[in-house]
């Protein structure tokens, strides 16, 4: 299906993919953050479709970075397609459990207390295509991320924050010269789901978004999350505080 990835240029050098015909529960983002010496994909979607060859002009370069915020499928399942691929290591990017389109399946897999839809697709990549299709490939990171790892893309630096707690290594990127962070499933503009999720840590999560409250006033303009619509960081408090106080 051509249309099975939308695209959408969000100013600053930043693509936004998505998948519109994954339910809300899997539809995730997916940034291309171009720079003058080398590009970051954040993310690579689900990996129902082959990303890289639905988007060649966007994401033929030869030298384009992955960088994996975390090893959930909705994150990483594109990740294989691509010779380079950064990660931080306390996640298990070679055995990331069976991924599943099938509702019971994947509440399995994932644990928790989730409640899920019989498909997890909203209308299928083409007509032949069955859910039970779909493989969640593993990944070799190229590279190991680490917190305070700084990314140089040229005219722009990408700094790691290692924030665990959705999931032991999970990260986000800030680029501090223009006050934008990529969170992942750290924060985003929805109740993040943490409670009985396998490799799931409260303790962590609370500490990882104290460390984010921390960030110097005007340290973030911009937050570009792993699902739901970008936000501001007068919204970034109100989440920050929204979720601590649970
Ligand atoms: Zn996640």
């Known amino acids: 299906m051509s249309d099975w990835f939308s695209v959408t240029e969000v100013g600053d050098g930043v693509t936004l993919i998505q998948e519109p015909h994954v339910h809300p529960f899997l539809r995730s983002n997916t940034w291309l953050v171009r720079g003058s010496r080398r590009s970051v994909l954040v993310d690579s979607g689900l990996g129902v479709v082959p990303l890289r060859a639905a988007l060649p002009d966007l994401l033929g370069d030869p030298d384009l970075v992955v960088v994996l915020t975390h090893a959930h499928l909705d994150h990483m399942g594109g990740a294989h397609e691509f010779d380079e691929v950064w990660a931080h290591p306390a996640e298990p990017w070679d055995q990331p459990g069976r991924g599943s389109l099938r509702g019971p399946a994947l509440a399995r897999v994932l644990g928790g207390d989730l409640d899920l839809p019989a498909s997890l697709l909203e209308a299928p990549p083409s007509p032949a295509y069955r859910p039970d299709d779909y493989v969640l ?3 070799r990171p190229t590279r ?4 305070g790892d700084l990314l140089d893309l040229g005219d722009r630096t990408l700094e790691v924050l290692h924030l665990p ?3 032991p290594g999970s990260i986000a990127l800030h680029d501090r010269d223009r006050g934008t962070l990529w969170t992942g499933d750290v924060l985003y ?3 993040v ?3 009985g999720l396998t490799g799931s840590d409260p303790d962590d999560y609370g500490r990882s978004l104290r ?3 921390a960030l110097p006033a005007g340290a973030v303009d911009t937050v570009h999350a792993g ?3 970008s936000f501001d960081g007068d919204r970034m408090r109100v989440l920050l505080d929204h979720h601590l106080a649970r």
């Open 137 to 139: 490939h593993p990944v």
């Open 144 to 147: 190991a991320l680490h917190d």
């Open 165 to 167: 707690g959705h999931s």
């Open 189 to 191: 503009d929805d109740e």
């Open 193 to 195: 789901l943490l409670d």
């Open 211 to 213: 460390r984010l409250a």
């Open 227 to 229: 699902h739901e619509p």
